[in-house]
């Protein structure tokens, strides 16, 4: 799909919630790298998609003077690859932007499930990789809004076991070879930018639900020599109980003595 185009779609969506809100879109010089759309108000929001990361991010900033102060802060990043995403997946973004900016409550609703990551952690979470998951099961977008409306944190791991998993499963078992060879470049991406329980998600929820071991295979085509092998490692964990480490009683100083 042309990045353009793609691009155009997302902004065109995200543009329904905040040109009537009275922002205005600003014009932005063309570059090589990146494609920027930018739009001012009470505050300025700009949209950009890196070529190099294959990220497209929604961030904001304050307005000093009629110009944005430049301290951007991140509200929202979606991986785009023009060579395996299409129409879907840019109005998946663009409507998960627009949400993010719809309305004060939504807004802080938002920010609190985007906490920020520690240095070094992936900016990939399971709520991100939920919303990817919209793209092939879109009664997931209503199931995600339950969640996040009705739980103080957005339950990662659960809502995947319990809602993602067993569609995925079945998603899996029909899946040509086109269909897989997408579903592992994403799932490489988002395992590469993961945080750790995006990670746990896609090796022992996802990628240990699939039964065929040659579209296990197929579904790590993508990933690099590293992770396949944390994803193989995975599997042979399927069915086995893994118990918590037990702490070893230190001898005390009186036992010592005594003897």
Same mark, same amino acid.
């Given at each position: 799909? $042309?990045?353009?185009?793609?691009?155009?779609?997302?902004?065109?969506?995200?543009?329904?919630?905040?040109?009537?809100?009275?922002?205005?879109?600003?014009?932005?010089?063309?570059? $090589?790298?990146?494609?920027?759309?930018? @739009?001012?108000?009470?505050?300025? @929001?700009?949209?950009?998609?890196?070529?190099?990361?294959?990220?497209? %991010?929604?961030?904001?900033?304050? %307005? +000093? =003077?009629? #110009?944005?102060?430049?301290?951007?802060?991140?509200?929202?990043?979606?991986?785009?690859?023009?060579?395996? =995403?299409? +129409?879907?997946?840019?109005?998946? &973004?663009?409507?998960?932007?627009?949400?993010?900016?719809?309305?004060?409550?939504?807004?802080?609703?938002?920010?609190?499930?985007? !906490?920020?990551?520690?240095?070094?952690?992936? +900016? %990939?979470?399971?709520?991100?990789?939920?919303?990817?998951?919209?793209? @092939?099961?879109? #009664?997931?977008?209503?199931?995600?809004?339950?969640?996040?409306?009705?739980?103080?944190?957005?339950?990662?791991?659960?809502?995947?076991?319990?809602?993602?998993?067993?569609?995925?499963?079945?998603?899996?078992?029909?899946?040509?070879?086109?269909?897989?060879?997408?579903?592992?470049?994403?799932?490489?991406?988002?395992?590469?930018?993961?945080?750790? $329980?995006?990670?746990? &998600? &896609?090796?022992? =929820?996802?990628?240990?639900? %699939?039964?065929?071991?040659?579209?296990?295979?197929?579904? &790590?085509? /993508?990933? /690099?020599?590293?992770?396949? !092998?944390?994803?193989?490692?995975?599997?042979?964990?399927?069915?086995? !109980?893994?118990?918590?480490?037990?702490?070893?009683?230190?001898? /005390?100083?009186?036992?010592?003595?005594?003897?």
């Amino acid at each position: 799909m $042309d990045m353009n185009n793609a691009f155009e779609i997302i902004t065109e969506k995200f543009e329904e919630a905040i040109l009537s809100e009275g922002f205005k879109k600003e014009n932005v010089a063309a570059s $090589d790298t990146e494609l920027t759309s930018l @739009y001012m108000g009470e505050i300025a @929001y700009s949209i950009v998609y890196t070529y190099l990361t294959r990220r497209v %991010v929604l961030r904001s900033c304050a %307005v +000093n =003077d009629g #110009e944005p102060d430049n301290k951007w802060k991140t509200l929202a990043t979606w991986l785009f690859d023009p060579e395996t =995403d299409g +129409n879907r997946e840019a109005e998946s &973004i663009g409507n998960d932007f627009a949400e993010t900016v719809r309305g004060p409550k939504q807004t802080a609703a938002v920010q609190k499930q985007r !906490k920020r990551k520690k240095e070094g952690e992936g +900016n %990939v979470d399971p709520l991100f990789l939920a919303n990817r998951m919209v793209t @092939y099961f879109p #009664e997931l977008k209503d199931e995600i809004a339950y969640e996040m409306a009705h739980y103080e944190q957005f339950r990662g791991v659960t809502f995947a076991e319990e809602k993602i998993v067993p569609r995925f499963k079945e998603l899996i078992k029909k899946a040509d070879r086109t269909r897989m060879e997408k579903l592992s470049a994403g799932l490489a991406a988002m395992y590469v930018s993961g945080d750790l $329980d995006t990670k746990g &998600i &896609i090796t022992y =929820d996802l990628l240990n639900s %699939v039964e065929s071991q040659e579209k296990f295979n197929q579904l &790590i085509a /993508s990933f /690099s020599e590293a992770d396949k !092998k944390v994803a193989v490692a995975a599997r042979k964990l399927i069915g086995k !109980k893994i118990k918590p480490e037990k702490l070893k009683k230190s001898r /005390s100083y009186t036992a010592d003595a005594l003897e």
